[in-house]
Structures are given as C-alpha cells and as structure tokens.
C-alpha cells in the first residue's frame, strides 16, 4: 500500500488597490509602518487563535477572529479577510466542527497572507 500525503494549498489574494490607497492616504514611510504593525499584529492574533482554540470562549474567538478580518481588510489580505469572516460566522453559529475546519484554515492562509505581503513590500517578520 502506498501512502500519499496531500497539502493543502490554496492561493492568496493582496489586494494591490487597498496597499497603493494607503500609500497615497499616509505617505509612503508612514505607510510601510503601518503595514509593518498590521503584519506583526496579525501574526499575534493568529498565534493567538492557534494557542487558546480549545481553551477560549466562543466571545473570545469570535472577537480575535472579527478582528483579524478588520486588520486583513485595511491591509488588503482579502483572502484572509474572506476567511476569518467565515471563521466568526461559524463560531456565531456555535458549529464547533466548521469552526476547527475554518479556524484551521485560517491559519494556513494566514501565514501564506502573511508572507505574500511582506515579500511584495519588503517586509521582515
């Protein structure tokens, strides 16, 4: 018997509009600190999400998870945004099996998100 593992990849999505409008709203320095904070402050909120998915209240994850989607739509990680909207709605639907396959999810495309925008803006993490 041969066993094939399977990975799951999807492609993500930055939004170039949503980064360029920032850019033009705040200056290009101001911009890229702003990015920069929206990044490292979504690598916490996943972490988050990671670590306290079976210990937390469904309020808790439903609010790191609505503001995941707030920081991801400012920054144009419209993947993600799409996403973590899905992950809040299955937690409000108190759906514990679609909310570990969302949550789950939401993790893999949060890193690729993550690492598809610091690269286009020379980000490090």
């Given at each position: 018997?041969?066993?094939?593992?399977?990975?799951?990849?999807e492609p993500v999505y930055v939004n170039p509009d949503?980064?360029?409008?920032?850019?033009r709203q705040s200056g290009q320095e101001a911009a890229h600190d702003i990015l920069a904070r929206a990044v490292e402050e979504t690598a916490l909120r996943l972490g988050?999400?990671?670590?306290r998915l079976e210990t937390a209240s469904a309020d808790e994850l439903c609010r790191?998870?609505?503001s995941l989607l707030g920081i991801s739509d400012q920054i144009g990680l419209d993947t993600l945004t799409m996403v973590a909207?899905?992950?809040a709605t299955c937690i409000e639907n108190n759906d514990p099996i679609a909310t570990a396959a969302t949550t789950a999810r939401l993790?893999?495309?949060?890193?690729?998100s993550l690492s598809e925008i610091c690269e286009l803006?020379?980000?490090t993490r």
């Open positions: 018997m041969q066993v094939s593992i399977l990975t799951m990849k949503r980064v360029n409008q920032l850019v988050h999400l990671a670590n790191c998870a609505r909207e899905d992950v993790l893999r495309i949060g890193e690729r803006q020379g980000l």
